[in-house]
């Protein structure tokens, strides 16, 4: 079962073969006791209540079986979404209450064949997005653990990309099913306002309020939106699906980006180039940019929090708060009791602002499909949200706090691996209603990107398969000269490391500009290297440009890993000057520039 996947498709492939429902419940008991982040989960199902309820679902005739579209797929669930059985907590012991019933949507997907494995941590009261606003700790990024996972729904983001569920259900007022999703490397669905219920959700702002699905892909998150979006009567903020708007797939679109003067990435210029590259991996499977004026998002998404809806946040749970103010996250106690302050007539001043808006972006939409933003414009680690949790919390609702008020569905989507070894993720959104459309084109890019979704270990063989694994050590690393062969190809980062302390490395003649050779030698030491990923369908007209004395081999790596990479033939060595003191070419190639200046 170790290489079992928990994507639908994998899942469906598995249990046609025979697989049990008891055998998958019992892998992810497995995965989760296993996993080494604690604070992951708030409360687990009992492996009684899980593996009684898998052994019901194998006990149904297959007739009955088929009708379940998520027989026996394991799934997760936020702690401000009821779920029977199990307390809700909202992050906060003192809030404890056991529910009498699942929420709606949970239920939906139950009575579909899901089965639950516990609730996940979030930002106390979903107030936050960054996932450290917890008294049950912060879950870290699946890619770098002193970094943020994103909140609120920061464990339920991880529990997917980790591989201990298929899917799970976060909520979503100003990102929360966006942000996390792009710092783990998945995708995150926040569908249009009710068409979830949220009958059984603590509310944050209850207007603005979504349950949002967490999955490895588009599509995933889509067949769980097609079982959970059934209008419920009881919730006077339901909404009935629409029929799906008419899309071709596979057709032209056209897309809107923010002006390059509206973008903002706050210096971190791995995230800008790889916003960049996502807008032509875009134009190139069919879409056609246009750069907007992004003012009235940016004005709507200042509303959130610098208006009057933070009051709607203090009729939540503001009474609780301030009964229990010492029990509570100080950072979410500051910003939900700062909604006292604010006045009727602000309120509808702010509502008059915001129908305005909303028409200015109706009038935006016409002739156009989506807008395109960054999820986050960067990423910080834990510590770096310690010193500063209000100020950067806010960094990063750049371009998702608009969403909700303006009536939008939006999809968040991986759109690749930075230098920093840290996955970046780009948003698709459009007017209310268009969750078809968005999970259309999410699928086509993300096809166009094959980057392996979730954590780096997750689904190592089928990555294999479908990706080489290449060490360069010269201008083909992130940054230089020759890196566009590779990103041009679909190549993307995997880390940046060292060889085995056996190698030497050559500034090779006939620079400059230099080339630099790679050569195995017993007196050799570590030099600096980065792996990339390239498709294999592209290896052979990379290798083709490949020029002598340079070849591809084998190279060893300080972790104990062999990788092919750039090696050099000892015949090219004539006149090559030995630079391996430097360690690497960028230490190098910065005293060639102090030189020369």
Request: glycine share 10%; net charge neutral.
């Amino acid at each position: 079962m170790k290489g079992l996947c928990f994507s639908l498709p994998s899942l469906r492939a598995s249990y046609a073969r025979g697989l049990r429902a008891e055998d998958v419940a019992a892998e992810a008991l497995k995965r989760a006791d296993a996993y080494a982040d604690p604070a992951v989960w708030i409360a687990r199902a009992s492996a009684d209540e899980v593996m009684a309820r898998a052994r019901s679902l194998d006990a149904l005739p297959v007739a009955a079986r088929a009708k379940l579209p998520l027989f026996g797929v394991p799934f997760a669930v936020k702690d401000n979404i009821d779920c029977a059985g199990l307390p809700t907590t909202a992050a906060c012991p003192a809030y404890a209450f056991q529910p009498k019933e699942s929420a709606y949507a949970v239920q939906r997907l139950l009575d579909a064949g899901a089965i639950l494995i516990g609730k996940t941590n979030l930002d106390q009261f979903a107030t936050g997005l960054v996932g450290t606003r917890s008294p049950h700790g912060a879950p870290r990024s699946v890619f770098n653990s002193e970094y943020i996972s994103g909140g609120s729904s920061s464990g339920s983001a991880v529990a997917v990309a980790a591989g201990l569920v298929s899917f799970s259900l976060g909520t979503d007022t100003a990102g929360s099913g966006r942000v996390p999703a792009a710092f783990n490397n998945i995708a995150g669905l926040k569908p249009s306002r009710g068409l979830l219920s949220t009958r059984g959700v603590l509310p944050a702002c209850r207007s603005l309020d979504c349950i949002s699905i967490f999955a490895l892909t588009p599509e995933d998150t889509a067949e769980v939106f097609k079982q959970a979006a059934i209008y419920d009567e009881e919730d006077p903020y339901s909404r009935t699906r629409l029929a799906d708007e008419p899309f071709v797939p596979g057709g032209s679109f056209t897309f809107a980006v923010p002006r390059a003067e509206d973008l903002a990435f706050f210096g971190d210029g791995e995230a800008e180039r790889l916003f960049n590259e996502a807008v032509q991996r875009l134009e190139s499977i069919g879409g056609r940019a246009r750069r907007i004026d992004f003012a009235p998002f940016r004005e709507a998404a200042l509303l959130l929090y610098e208006g009057p809806w933070v009051a709607e946040r203090t009729v939540a749970v503001g009474s609780f708060i301030e009964a229990h103010e010492a029990e509570c996250d100080p950072t979410v106690a500051k910003i939900v009791l700062g909604g006292r302050t604010r006045s009727a007539v602000e309120t509808f001043e702010a509502m008059h602002k915001l129908q305005a808006l909303q028409r200015r972006v109706l009038m935006l939409f016409a002739g156009l499909d989506i807008v395109v933003v960054p999820t986050a414009p960067t990423t910080y680690k834990v510590s770096e949200l310690e010193a500063e949790p209000i100020k950067l919390n806010s960094r990063l609702g750049t371009y998702t706090n608009f969403m909700n008020l303006l009536d939008m569905a939006g999809l968040a989507v991986p759109a690749g691996i930075g230098a920093t070894g840290l996955p970046f993720g780009i948003t698709l959104a459009a007017p209310a209603f268009s969750e078809a459309r968005l999970v259309e084109i999410g699928a086509r890019f993300g096809a166009a990107l094959a980057l392996a979704p979730g954590a780096p270990f997750l689904n190592r063989a089928e990555a294999d398969e479908a990706f080489l694994e290449l060490a360069v050590v010269g201008a083909h690393m992130s940054g230089l000269p020759l890196n566009h062969e590779l990103t041009s190809r679909g190549g993307m980062f995997v880390e940046r490391t060292r060889t085995a302390a056996s190698y030497q490395l050559y500034a090779l003649a006939g620079g400059p500009p230099f080339r630099p050779g790679l050569v195995k030698s017993a007196a050799g030491t570590a030099i600096e290297l980065e792996v990339w990923r390239l498709p294999r369908a592209q290896v052979g007209s990379f290798l083709a440009g490949v020029p002598q004395p340079l070849v591809i081999g084998t190279v060893d790596l300080a972790n104990g890993r062999k990788v092919k990479g750039f090696l050099c033939e000892t015949s090219g060595l004539a006149g090559a000057e030995d630079i391996t003191s430097f360690g690497g070419w960028r230490r190098f190639l910065e005293r060639d520039n102090a030189a020369a200046s």
